[in-house]
């Protein structure tokens, strides 16, 4: 019993640090990503969120691959009291020649890319992103292996230490971009090799290396990240080395790595589908007649419907990752303690790991999710004030999409789950099933002059819905343990449905009577304080619920 403790406390220690370094990580995001729409204006954002497809790709298949296997690998040697200082070596080695593979491949085929996502100007911003695949893979190995540790400080300092040279970076190097743009448009109107005539296709013309420069602070990011974690672990107390040979190390993490790294790719490629699919889809239903031409009143010199359609598509994407980015926090937190009592087949140990960890990601996830949906319309205002196009899109497509974040909050724990009890191929038959979904919906949805842009926002809502039901169904059917659909899901539900009903309710009778901060303030109160009334109400949140912060007298 003393070890069940110790594993729930881990847990909550982890999951504390990690949601502190999200909160800083996601403020630091806001700061980079919503004065990088003003800059780049939402034609921009389309070469930029282009781009970061592949980043976020590749981050995926590190950290969600590489990084798990590393940390699977480290958590059940130590469990077992095997030396596990040698895994990190070989996992090292190991990455690192997958990163220089994946540089080199990214930057041979960016022109490629960039035409197959029917946006050429898009190929200096992946030239620029390249590098950063690099550090990517070099970052997991290390993640991975204190991860493993149950040591979660060198996730949540590199998390933020990312965030704000990205955020720092970025934005100086598109401002500056930008700036010569202009100015060797004052001096003679040649903007980047193209002739402009007006300041405003000046700007157009710069706005693709503003992209470019961004991702430059992106790649900043990645390489500072790296070099913080090896200067960590510099300083720490090593394992012991042991003596199981490198090779057989390396086998057995890309036996781990591959369906772990291939249930992350197929996650991506939802996003990739709409990289590819969403203009192509647009340019079939943007008639004279179709609805969304009223949109085109937005746009700029030079700028096109489609393109700006997905800018803003993608800009409110970043939104809709906020809530999944909260719940990962909790499942990778909890890995090494649901490997542990796995591999020794403690199953109350085990029931109470993954019930906890499925009950805290609804409790988190429902309101954060139910609630933007809720506040759409002041959010965007304040989010994008100067961005009167991103408001009208956004508000009609971002309550589909977070809706959507709520069901793909659960993707990572699910995975984090699957992992520790060595099944990580079902998360992967789940996501391959959400995206074929997601691909059809998309193909069907968009083109259709009625739906246009909010057909990508259905497709992602049917997508995570999809795998969610079918993760429910596999958790149930392989756990040797029960799992409360009503305790886990259906009252925290309720108690969020409430919470968001009661911000609507606060937003509606406040409009137009005051300013947009002060109505998305009071209804978040509101929904707050509704929430918690809930939660008591429905006896969601018991004492049990918080025992493994108590120290008995009698343990």
């Known amino acids: 019993m003393g070890l069940l403790r110790h594993n729930k406390r881990s847990f909550l220690y982890g999951s504390a640090v990690l949601m502190?370094?999200?909160?800083?990580?996601?403020?630091?995001?806001?700061?980079?990503?919503?004065?990088?729409?003003?800059?780049?204006?939402?034609?921009?954002?389309?070469?930029?969120?282009?781009?970061?497809?592949?980043?976020?790709?590749?981050?995926?298949?590190?950290?969600?691959?590489?990084?798990?296997?590393?940390?699977?690998?480290?958590?059940?040697?130590?469990?077992?009291?095997?030396?596990?200082?040698?895994?990190?070596?070989?996992?090292m080695l190991l990455f690192i020649g997958i990163g220089v593979m994946g540089s080199a491949a990214a930057a041979l085929l960016a022109k490629p890319f960039s035409g197959w996502v029917n946006s050429p100007q898009t190929v200096w911003s992946v030239l620029a992103?390249?590098?950063?695949?690099?550090?990517?893979?070099?970052?997991?190995?290390?993640?991975?292996?204190?991860?493993?540790?149950?040591?979660?400080?060198?996730?949540?300092?590199?998390?933020?230490?990312?965030?704000?040279?990205?955020?720092?970076?970025?934005?100086?190097?598109?401002?500056?971009?930008?700036?010569?743009?202009?100015?060797?448009?004052?001096?003679?109107?040649?903007?980047?090799?193209?002739?402009?005539?007006?300041?405003?296709?000046?700007?157009?013309?710069?706005?693709?290396?503003?992209?470019?420069?961004?991702?430059?602070?992106?790649?900043?990011?990645?390489?500072?990240?790296?070099?913080?974690?090896?200067?960590?672990?510099?300083?720490?107390?090593?394992?012991?080395?042991?003596?199981?040979?490198?090779?057989?190390?390396?086998?057995?993490?890309?036996?781990?790595?591959?369906?772990?790294?291939?249930?992350?790719?197929?996650?991506?490629?939802?996003?990739m589908i709409d990289t590819v699919t969403i203009q192509h889809q647009l340019q079939a239903a943007l008639t004279a007649e179709s609805p969304a031409s009223r949109y085109s009143v937005y746009l700029s010199s030079g700028e096109s419907l489609s393109t700006f359609l997905y800018g803003v598509f993608m800009s409110c994407m970043t939104l809709f990752h906020i809530v999944p980015a909260f719940s990962a926090v909790f499942g990778k937190s909890a890995l090494p303690g649901i490997t542990a009592a796995w591999a020794s087949k403690r199953e109350y140990e085990l029931a109470a790991q993954v019930t906890k960890t499925l009950k805290i990601t609804v409790l988190m996830a429902a309101p954060?999710?139910?609630?933007?949906?809720?506040?759409?319309?002041?959010?965007?205002?304040?989010?994008?004030?100067?961005?009167?196009?991103?408001?009208?899109?956004?508000?009609?497509?971002?309550?589909?999409?977070?809706?959507?974040?709520?069901?793909?909050?659960?993707?990572?724990?699910?995975?984090?789950?699957?992992?520790?009890?060595?099944?990580?191929?079902?998360?992967?038959?789940?996501?391959?099933?959400?995206?074929?979904?997601k691909l059809f919906a998309n193909l069907t949805l968009i083109r259709l002059p009625s739906i246009h842009i909010i057909g990508a926002a259905i497709g992602t809502l049917l997508c995570y819905l999809s795998i969610s039901i079918f993760s429910f169904i596999s958790l149930r059917k392989v756990l040797p343990i029960g799992l409360s659909v009503t305790g886990i899901l259906l009252k925290p539900l309720l108690s969020a449905l409430l919470s968001a009903f009661s911000a609507f309710l606060v937003q509606k009778a406040l409009t137009n009577t005051v300013s947009d901060s002060i109505i998305a303030i009071v209804s978040i109160a509101v929904g707050a304080l509704a929430y918690v009334a809930a939660l008591f109400l429905f006896r969601v949140v018991r004492r049990s619920d918080f025992s493994f912060v108590r120290h008995k007298k009698n343990t």
């Open 368 to 437: 954060m999710s139910l609630g933007l949906a809720a506040v759409t319309t002041p959010a965007l205002r304040i989010l994008y004030p100067s961005l009167p196009g991103m408001q009208a899109v956004g508000s009609v497509i971002l309550p589909i999409l977070a809706i959507s974040s709520f069901f793909f909050a659960f993707l990572a724990p699910y995975q984090s789950i699957m992992q520790g009890i060595g099944r990580a191929d079902l998360p992967f038959k789940a996501v391959i099933c959400g995206a074929a979904i």
């Open 129 to 271: 992103l390249s590098p950063a695949i690099l550090f990517c893979c070099i970052m997991a190995a290390f993640r991975g292996y204190y991860e493993g540790c149950s040591d979660m400080r060198p996730t949540a300092m590199v998390q933020v230490i990312e965030a704000a040279v990205k955020a720092l970076g970025g934005l100086l190097f598109a401002y500056f971009a930008i700036q010569k743009g202009m100015q060797d448009f004052d001096a003679g109107g040649l903007v980047y090799g193209t002739y402009c005539e007006t300041r405003d296709a000046a700007i157009q013309a710069a706005i693709p290396f503003a992209s470019a420069a961004a991702m430059v602070g992106v790649t900043l990011s990645t390489a500072a990240g790296s070099i913080y974690l090896f200067l960590f672990h510099k300083k720490q107390k090593h394992h012991k080395a042991g003596k199981t040979p490198y090779r057989k190390i390396c086998k057995e993490l890309l036996h781990t790595a591959v369906p772990i790294a291939l249930s992350a790719a197929v996650m991506q490629l939802s996003t």
């Open 20 to 91: 502190l370094s999200m909160a800083v990580v996601k403020l630091l995001g806001a700061l980079f990503k919503i004065p990088l729409a003003s800059l780049l204006r939402e034609t921009g954002m389309g070469y930029f969120t282009s781009a970061y497809t592949i980043y976020t790709a590749v981050y995926a298949l590190a950290v969600s691959g590489l990084s798990a296997a590393t940390a699977r690998m480290t958590s059940s040697c130590l469990s077992k009291g095997k030396p596990a200082g040698r895994i990190l070596k070989a996992s």
